[in-house]
T-cell receptor, first 117, second 111 residues
Framework: EAQVTQNPRYLITVTGKKLTVTCSQN?????MSWYRQDPGLGLRQIYY???????DKGDVPEGYKVSRKEKRNFPLILESPSPNQTSLYFCASRLRESSISRSYEQYFGPGTRLTVT | GEDVEQSLFLSVREGDSSVINCTYTDSSSTYLYWYKQEPGAGLQLLTY?????DMKQDQRLTVLLNKKDKHLSLRIADTQTGDSAIYFC???????????FGTGTRLKVLA
């Protein structure tokens, strides 16, 4: 089954304790992205990657790191989490643009609810 | 910077039509999308429209695009209780993977 998976689904942690949220897709998509969802603010893009070893900042990159060493994985790293990073996080992936494929369709993971106390 | 705005709530009766509105600021948008988010789930693409189109119909869904006013709408005909969800408008440009999402409109369908 074509899917984007995220782990963990729920995480409660304390300020300053480094954490990693994993994201994996099995659709051979070139593009991958991380978003955070907050009430009244919708989804905001944190980082995105257009291919292996190619990453770029979205609208809210501060306090986050990413890496893209393999095509299927795109982990999100919080080196020193703070309470304002309490949020619902989504990973997504998409094919590179092509006139043939449905490359505009972005597939989302189920979300990771993070609480930082 | 680019911005996408939506009203936060909409309530309709089962069987009526729902119209969810969105305004955007980026005139270079290539694709405009509507996503649906059901409780506890990720987002699912409902439909999309290219910026050179005015209208797109897909079964119960009709998307209208007014490029002059930068206004996008989603009409759901014969709204059902299963349509209760949050609906997000989003835009992106060709050649990038940068997406701008709206705040989401929570649609509540009353039986």
């Amino acid at each position: 089954e074509a899917q984007v998976t995220q782990n963990p689904r729920y995480l409660i942690t304390v300020t300053g304790k480094k954490l990693t949220v994993t994201c994996s897709q099995n659709m051979n998509h070139e593009y991958m992205s991380w978003y955070r969802q907050d009430p009244g603010l919708g989804l905001r893009q944190i980082y995105y990657s257009m291919n292996v070893e190619v990453t770029d900042k979205g609208d809210v990159p501060e306090g986050y790191k990413v890496s893209r060493k393999e095509k299927r994985n795109f982990p999100l790293i919080l080196e020193s989490p703070s309470p304002n990073q309490t949020s619902l996080y989504f990973c997504a992936s998409r094919l590179r643009e092509s006139s043939i494929s449905r490359s505009y369709e972005q597939y989302f993971g189920p979300g990771t609810r993070l609480t930082v106390t | 910077g680019e911005d996408v705005e939506q009203s936060l709530f909409l309530s309709v009766r089962e069987g009526d039509s729902s119209v969810i509105n969105c305004t955007y600021t980026d005139s270079s948008s290539t694709y405009l999308y509507w996503y649906k988010q059901e409780p506890g789930a990720g987002l699912q693409l409902l439909t999309y429209i290219f910026s050179n189109m005015d209208m797109k119909q897909d079964q119960r869904l009709t998307v209208l695009l007014n490029k002059k006013d930068k206004h996008l709408s989603l009409r759901i005909a014969d709204t059902q209780t299963g349509d209760s969800a949050i609906y997000f408008c989003a835009e992106s440009q060709s050649g990038t993977y940068k997406y701008i999402f709206g705040t989401g409109t929570r649609l509540k369908v009353l039986a």
